[in-house]
């Protein structure tokens, strides 16, 4: 076990935990940020999407000791006093089924659209083609995404 | 068919009432006998208390509404759909409610399940009539108040009006009508008059979703609680011989390891330290049993599609003598294989049990039966246990048994700790329920231009075919028509997968029905048009599906589909399916793209009745369509000595994204009580695929996953 600190959604906070340690459970067991799933644990859901400094990455396969230095922000940290347009889109659109999936999925549509703000469909279903729906919810997802786009131009 | 507004039950028989401590009405109903078709009193009305009651309605003094919906949620939008229908006849504008999920009810779970799209078939009357009887409460509390015959009173959008325009908002009259006796005479809204049901409201529970509150059974945590992993025989006939723990009792947060028949449980302070700790386990396994093969289920299930005599299921006329007598005679075999459900949460629950009490909390799809099923376990009272239900991540038919809740129950019971058991993605599918591989051989004889006999084989692994599916179409449409079912045991677990049976049969019919068309030379759409034509609806009762539905439904997804009417680039293929009391029909479109087909669109129309939530049931209906033909195009799952090829995401193949057609769903238009949606939408997704495949390359399609026969390049994902 070691103690270390993370930046976790502009917050610092002090981690006790195994140095290989995915930084999901960290933020699911030991921070109580459960907006973050598990859903594979090997990378290949999206499940577990988080930011870190800004960029989309798998939380199940990082682990969290290796992130002192940056900046975390999770699902619970992407709305601020009000919802993002990407949060926005989600709603006006009625996205979820079960749900699950789709706190990962935003995270991925979310630093997608910072890189390409204003993408295609192709674009959009090769950006989103990592993040598994079970509920193939993958319509909704796709125009979401279009739509949080034309919201922020 | 059921007149929407013709009701039989007495509302006395599962409605109460009482005053809220805090001010306000609490009107708690019995969902469960009220849903039952000929509902009776239960019990003398003076002795039920609130314990028998499992849905509540709160009417707070402020007019706010807060309903309590009693059937889990798995993502099919029952948590919004319910209430809307409840708050259309109390008639209390939408954004007065809140809804929030019913726990388990001790003393009440016998019905309380989702599955099988049936809760707002059968929640609809019920729901209906605590609506409106909560509503005529208020009206009369307001009337009482006034001094007025309530029959001249009127009451819409939390607003009650009286003949000289004097107005009371139903806050302003709880407290008098808590006191009210429950009436008997009330009227339901005729569905012109909606103002919720049919108009989009989006999910209830949307705000938590996106912003990443707990909703889940995985969120859910308690002060002390141990997280548990559990190691289970890799293979499917195999039991522990002896194990070693050492190691796992060195990973750092690993506290406890206990083990409970042939399964060991690692208890730690993190989920990760619980996985650590389980992989690490030293166990020695051994055979106790078949260690079974897929090769070996083929031969299996060829050996009783083979076999002269099977368990006849219906049989109309003699396709024996037609088939003696036919111009040609056509044959087909197809093939499916298990399939595990891969909710995206995987299987956990969490379990506290104490001397006092037994709490258990996660998500399940069948409350009820798995409560009692822990009692029985433990050996303790069902009135000691409190379940709570949380949302569940996906279902799909796995949610329904409760072999995880039993898992936690019993490694708490045993620790004397709180414990939430989490499968890894590993333990959820190498420890399934899995939709059992079947096989359906199907001979039809033609003779002057007709189908003239039908006969259809269901080889199955460990159980067949249920209820009326043997009567689903084309059943009556054929004079000698014949449905024979076998299975063959295995000790490969299998159970319910969304559609149980029709998921696979619709295929394998629909596809047939095309290679009919083919032969007679008629359109496909027409084909099914001609066989439902000779279905008189009404005439024999084991026939559910309506013809003239049918027909109305095929002709609104042609129309809307522009069935033959597309360019030279873009093939199509047909089908129409009625199951789960829901008349589908589908046209795909693809194209092909260095001769591999991309689907492009799928028009789907559906009779479901009255939709409820417009948008919700668009949803359903467009994830149905992809997850059908997703598991056709990719869904594989095969065994070797009794072990799954296939444990996680990495070689498990799902569809995503760029392999998803855009499905637009139409809604026939009447004013029938509603039906489900979250299975019928999945069964003819498949066929209708292979069909427009077939029109494209000519390639008959009869196994899934199609991938393997289309012998497309490998998936690239990019992640």
Known sequence: MSSFNLKVNGNKVSVTADDDTPLL???????????????CGIGQCGACTVHV??????????????????????????ASDKLSPVQEAWKELDVPQCGYCQ???????????????????????????????????????????????KKMS | MKDQNKVTFSRRSFIRTSALASGGLLIGFNFLTACEETAKPPVDISKLNFNEFNAFIEIADNGYVTIYSPNPEIGQGVKTSMPMIIAEELDVPWEHVSVKQGDLDTKNFQRQVAGGSQSIRFGWDALRQTGATAKQMLINAAAAKWAVDASTCKAADGIITNA????????????????????????LKSPQDYKIIGKDAINVDMEKIITGQPLFGLDYTSEGMFYVSVARPPAFGQKISSFDATATKAVNGVSEVVQFGDKIAVLASSTWAAMKGKKVLQIEWTSDGNLENTSDHNDELNKILDRKNLDVRREDGNVEKAFAEADKIIERTYESPFLPHNCMEPMNFYANITEEKVHLVGPIQTPAGTARRIANLINRNEEDIHLEMTRMGGGFGRRLYGDFA????????????????????????????????????????????????????????NSNMYGLIPHFFPAGAIENYKVESGNYRSNITTGAWRAPYTNF????????FDELANELNVDAVQLRLDLLSNVEDGKDPNIQYSAKRMIDTIKLAAEKGKWGKTNANTYQGFAAYYSHNTHVAEVVDITLNNGQPKIEKVTVAVDCGIVVNPTGAKNQIEGGVIDGIGHAMYGDFSFEEGKPNDVNFNTYRLIRMRETPIVE????????????????????????????????????????????????RKTDLTI
Request: hydrophobic letters at 40%; one cysteine or more; proline letters at 5%.
């Open chain 2, 505 to 512: 049969l619709a295929f394998a019919e629909q596809s047939f």
């Open chain 2, 665 to 712: 769903t139409h809604f026939v238009e009447n004013e029938l009580s509603p039906t489900g949606l979250g299975e019928p939408g999945l069964p003819p997704a498949g066929g209708a695929l292979a069909n427009a495949i077939r029109n494209a390359t000519g390639q008959i399609l009869t196994k899934q996953p199609f991938i393997k026969e289309l012998n497309t």
């Open chain 1, 103 to 149: 706190a990962g999925q935003i995270m991925t549509a979310t630093s997608f659209l910072k890189q390409n703000p204003s993408p295609d469909n192709e674009e959009i279903r090769s950006a989103m083609h990592g993040n598994l729906c079970r509920c193939a919810s993958y319509n909704r997802i796709e125009k979401a995404v279009a739509l949080a786009a």
């Open chain 2, 406 to 461: 039993l898992e936690a129950a019993e490694i708490s019971n045993l620790t004397k700790k709180p414990v939430k058991v989490v499968f890894s993605r590993e333990d959820d599918m190498a420890a399934g329920i899995y939709r059992p591989a079947i096989k359906y051989r199907i001979k039809a004889s033609l003779k002057d231009g007709k189908v003239t006999a039908y006969h259809l084989k269901e080889a199955a692994i």
């Open chain 1, 53 to 78: 400094d800004g960029v989309a990455m798998r939380s199940c396969s990082i682990p969290a000791s290796r992130l002192t230095d940056s900046d975390i922000t999770t699902i619970e940290g992407l």
């Open chain 1, 25 to 39: 459970w960290v933020l699911r067991d030991e921070l109580n940020l459960v907006g973050t799933k598990y859903g």
């Open chain 2, 164 to 187: 000289n325009g004097d107005t009371l908002g139903y806050g302003d009259v709880v407290n008098e009508a808590a006191g009210l006796e429950v009436p008997e005479d009330v009227s």
